[in-house]
């Protein structure tokens, strides 16, 4: 596992929040994330920007977190064809790297379950019509409420704490709040009282440490590395077989398969910089 050494800002300060820049890059509208920043701002709390391999927020005493909306839960639960990470993947590696791992559910306690239907209904817009009539536009996402609950449950069960908030608003008070209890934890246990970036997770079998050796090359990911392993059984059939990856692995094309070449093949350059 590669760990990276905080830096301090021009004020000689250590940041207290790392956040992915991805959460805060063309982003249309507010998030739980793009609140809480605001926030670090107005109260003067030292954070970083920068682009987080896993979770979305880090805070000290090891906790991080993944921040969804139920749209996006939704969707992460059947993964791309692209090859990015399903749900099962992303939890994983989250929870074998850090130690308070934590998803955040942006909208989870708004949601309506429609178990006649098949459906759940999450709230995007809402306005008063009386004192206490509301008037509520949802979106429908076509998914069995006994399914969302069980891709909940089955999230807590790799070790990932479930936090659901009622929208963003919420949810930038609820990573506030984490902040608060990850900085009195760092003083009581005499902690660092910064967050570390962990690159890679714990390695606790030969099956993980395959998935990512063979996920550090280029192209591919936990899913991709897996579905190799599937054809080929081992790391080592895998590569000597490299150059038919695009035809017997699914998902896999030429433009991946050549940056793969590329690593595995070009004699090793000594950088001093490294």
């Known amino acids: 596992m590669v760990l990276k050494l905080a830096q301090t800002d021009l004020l000689g300060r250590y940041p207290q929040v ?3 820049i991805h959460e805060i890059r063309n982003v249309r509208k507010e998030t739980s994330v793009t ?3 605001e926030e670090l701002k107005k109260r003067n709390i030292p954070y970083r920007i920068e682009k987080l391999e896993i979770g979305d927020v880090l805070l ?3 906790y991080a977190v993944e921040r969804k909306t139920v749209h996006d839960f939704c969707q992460s639960l059947f993964g791309t064809a692209e090859g990015r990470l399903r749900l099962k993947d992303q939890v994983e590696t989250l929870a074998t790297t850090y ?6 559910l942006e909208g989870g306690l708004s949601v309506r379950m429609d178990p006649m239907n098949k459906a759940i209904y999450v709230p995007v817009r809402r306005y008063r019509i009386s004192r206490r ?6 979106e429908e996402i076509r998914i069995h409420p006994n399914q969302f609950e069980g891709a ?3 999230v807590e069960s790799k070790g990932v704490k479930v936090i659901k908030t009622f929208d963003a608003y919420h949810g930038a008070r609820i990573l506030m709040g984490l902040l608060v209890n990850a900085r009195k934890e760092a003083v009581e246990k005499r902690r660092k009282f910064y967050p570390v970036v962990r690159s890679k997770p714990k390695l606790k079998d030969v099956s993980t440490q395959q998935l990512f050796f063979l996920s550090g090359l280029p192209g591919i990911s936990v899913m991709r590395a897996r579905k190799i392993l599937r054809v080929y059984k081992t790391p080592y059939n895998a590569i000597i077989k490299v150059k038919r990856w695009d035809v017997d692995v699914e998902g896999i094309g030429q433009k991946t398969l050549d940056q793969v070449i590329k690593v595995l093949f070009n004699e090793y350059k000594e ?4």
Not at 99 to 104: D, R, V
Not at 133 to 138: D, Y
């Open 18 to 20: 790392i956040i992915d």
């Open 35 to 37: 609140i809480f920043l």
């Open 133 to 138: 009539l509301w008037h509520v536009t949802e």
């Open 99 to 104: 130690e308070n791992p934590i998803l955040l």
């Open 60 to 62: 000290p005493s090891g």
């Open 271 to 274: 950088n001093k910089d490294v």
């Open 152 to 154: 909940l449950k089955e």
